[in-house]
């Protein structure tokens, strides 16, 4: 039990990332995270230590975070008055510009496209073990990401050069 509650606790720095890019909202994101804690624990005897418990927590995460997001479309999306903008508020620097328009490109992705990117670029996880996490087929997860990465391209501007084949 000891071990077990020592691996789970070395996984939550991940755990809160990966929540707060999907939520983009820190309080969600922390519920999500103690909603995962405690399903995880409650269902350790279903933990099959066969390998790390890392793609276990996030495949909880994930489930959790679909089965929420289904919920707040049936009852319509809260708006936080708080959350609101400052019409008074000077433009930010350039970067800070390009930074916002980026988080505005991977909000709109659907879902299944920000779940993918979010784990391989955001998590640095093999394709696989990504796969695995959101139990869909190697070659979906590379559609999906491939999609996401074109949708961010044409969002963003960025006009994707093609790739020059040197002539011998």
Not at 70 to 76: A, D, L, Y
Not at 134 to 147: A, F, H, K, N, V
Request: hydrophobic share 40%; proline share 6%; with cysteine.
């Amino acid at each position: 039990m000891v071990d077990f509650l020592d691996e789970l606790e070395a996984c939550v720095p991940a755990l809160r990332r990966y929540a707060r890019a999907l939520t983009r909202n820190i309080d969600h994101a922390d519920d999500l995270v103690q909603d995962c804690l405690e399903r995880a624990i409650s269902r350790r005897d279903l933990f099959r230590p066969s390998g790390p418990m890392r793609p276990w927590l996030f495949t909880i995460l994930v489930n959790l975070h679909r089965n929420a997001r289904r919920s707040e479309q049936r009852r319509g999306t809260h708006l936080d008055a708080d959350s609101l903008p400052d019409l008074g508020t000077p433009a930010p620097q350039h970067s800070h510009l390009a930074l916002a328009e980026l988080s505005r490109a991977i909000d709109g992705l659907p879902l299944e496209q920000k779940e993918t990117l979010l784990l391989v670029t955001l998590e640095g996880m093999a394709y696989a073990e990504a796969a695995n996490i959101l139990d869909i087929p190697l070659g979906t997860l590379m559609s999906r990401l491939g999609r996401a990465r074109a949708s961010l391209r044409q969002s963003t501007g960025e006009v994707q050069q093609p790739h020059l084949r040197s002539v011998k």
